[in-house]
């Protein structure tokens, strides 16, 4: 009777568990997903010899580098590093902003862009801490 009730309530424990992962949602980082928007409508059409999209929001790549910067970093990443990683986000598209102006060749904006979107994805992969 005991083993029933023991594999009873761990079942129920495990299932309760389960049921709480899948609804628990992580926070969304605002800036970061508007960043993300321009960072991929950006810099993947790069990636298949199309500059005109960059050329016409590397203003608002930094723009959006910029006020991601100055938001508040959310409890799930590591502070230090994010910050870090960020300053030289925005670095990175202050230089592509740049180079836009003025109209630098492709391969200097893919070169640029590519270490841009590098630096984007150690901010979402690196900078979080780890899952608990």
């Not at 997903?33 to 929001?57: C, I, N, Q, W």
């Not at 723009?63 to 910050?83: G, N, R």
């Amino acid at each position: 009777m005991k083993t029933k009730v023991l594999l009873i309530a761990v079942t129920l424990l495990t299932w309760v568990h389960a049921l709480q992962a899948q609804t628990t949602k992580k926070p969304v980082w605002k800036e970061m997903k508007t960043f993300h928007s321009f960072m991929s409508s950006t810099f993947h059409p790069v990636e298949e010899g199309d500059y005109a999209p960059l050329r016409a929001k590397a203003d608002s790549l930094l723009i959006a580098a910029k006020l991601w910067q100055a938001s508040a970093i959310p409890a799930d990443f590591k502070p230090t590093e994010t910050k870090t990683a960020l300053a030289k986000l925005v670095s990175k598209c202050e230089a592509i902003q740049k180079a836009v102006t003025a109209k630098q060749p492709d391969a200097k904006l893919k070169t640029l862009i590519t270490e841009g979107h590098d630096i984007f994805h150690t901010i979402v992969g690196e900078c979080r801490k780890a899952d608990d």
